[in-house]
């Protein structure tokens, strides 16, 4: 029964594979458990804790789950990756985290989660693509892969393009005070080429101005220049959420919010020149949404977030594709 959801796989494929990388307990089969060193275990009572690794698990073929060693006799446990933390204990086995940053909290690193800000130990993925349903902006349709998901673990990262003065690493998050400024100032990096994509951020607003505030994700962003933003502002005393193209001065508003106090979660998501955006209280569950067809073709392209007239703490940024 070990190896058994492997062989369907090997029969579908026609291949016969010599490892089998499990990414949930559903890829094991149904009496299966998949491992946090990325193999299938089964029942054993044999095993002091009761499971032993699949017939396709490397070197740990054969193990029991709490006895991973190398067969050099060596004593020390194995290190797939080399990012040096054992297997045994290492979030993400096959992928090199030296740092295991896990911005959920579940059994995932971030760098080998399907649904890095959504803590779920066995996350569904109706489609198979590799991106958890939570987190796939097509979750009924293959195709979606996550291109880039940034925790700020370490405050803004080496080589990014910082547009303002004040951003800085607090805790866990990236943070910028720009309460008195009028102009946007933001973070960005190079994103992906296909123009389709889902830009995604959540953040806390910890001041705005009533004059002018604004704050979210950006896209289709030429470095230095223009490019759409998507996320709540606060002018003159009304609320709302705003998709704007900084290039034409073209701004598509709709009724919401932007509370100081509250945290968001904003996505704009681009197919070619349609663009939405979506943003929702995380506390209220309060959303709003608003979509615009845009010419703005910045090549190449960036993505980032911003902030107007506001001090926010972003918490993550996420950007998946699709070819």
């Not at 004593?75 to 992928?95: L, R």
């Not at 198979?128 to 902006?137: I, K, Q, R």
């Not at 010419?295 to 980032?304: D, F, V």
Request: with cysteine; hydrophobic share 30%; aromatic share 8%.
């Amino acid at each position: 029964m070990r190896a058994f959801a492997i062989a369907v796989v090997a029969l579908a494929c026609g291949c016969v594979p010599s490892t089998f990388h499990c990414s949930s307990d559903t890829s094991c089969g149904a009496s299966g458990v998949c491992e946090p060193a990325g193999y299938c275990a089964y029942s054993d009572g044999s095993c002091a804790s009761g499971l032993r690794y699949g017939d396709l698990s490397s070197s740990y073929s054969g193990v029991c789950v709490g006895n991973e060693v190398p067969g050099d006799g060596s004593g020390s446990s194995m290190d797939t990756d080399g990012d040096g933390v054992p297997d045994s204990s290492d979030n993400c086995p096959t992928v090199s985290n030296p740092g295991q940053e896990n911005e959920d909290g579940d059994r995932f690193g971030d760098v080998c989660d399907p649904c890095p800000p959504v803590a779920d130990d066995n996350p569904p993925d109706t489609d198979g693509d590799g991106v958890a349903d939570a987190c796939d902006p097509n979750p009924s349709t293959p195709g979606d892969k996550i291109f880039l998901f940034e925790g700020f673990h370490h405050g803004v990262p080496s080589g990014w393009e910082v547009v303002g003065t004040g951003w800085a690493g607090s805790g866990d998050d990236v943070v910028i005070d720009n309460t008195t400024g009028t102009t946007a100032v933001y973070v960005s990096t190079p994103g992906p080429t296909s123009t389709h994509e889902t830009i995604s951020a959540a953040y806390t607003v910890n001041t705005a101005t009533m004059t002018l505030a604004n704050a979210g994700v950006l896209d289709d962003h030429a470095v230095g220049g223009t490019y759409m933003g998507c996320g709540p502002y606060w002018y003159m005393n009304a609320n709302g959420l705003d998709l704007h193209d900084t290039g034409t001065g073209t701004y598509n508003l709709v009724g919401f919010e932007m509370t100081v106090g509250a945290t968001y979660n904003a996505n704009l998501r681009r197919d070619i020149t349609a663009f939405t955006c979506v943003a929702t209280n995380t506390t209220s569950n309060a959303t709003a949404n608003v979509s615009a067809t845009d010419a703005l073709a910045n090549t190449p392209p960036s993505i980032g977030v911003f902030a107007t007239g506001s001090s926010i703490n972003f918490h993550w940024l996420m950007v998946v594709s699709n070819d």
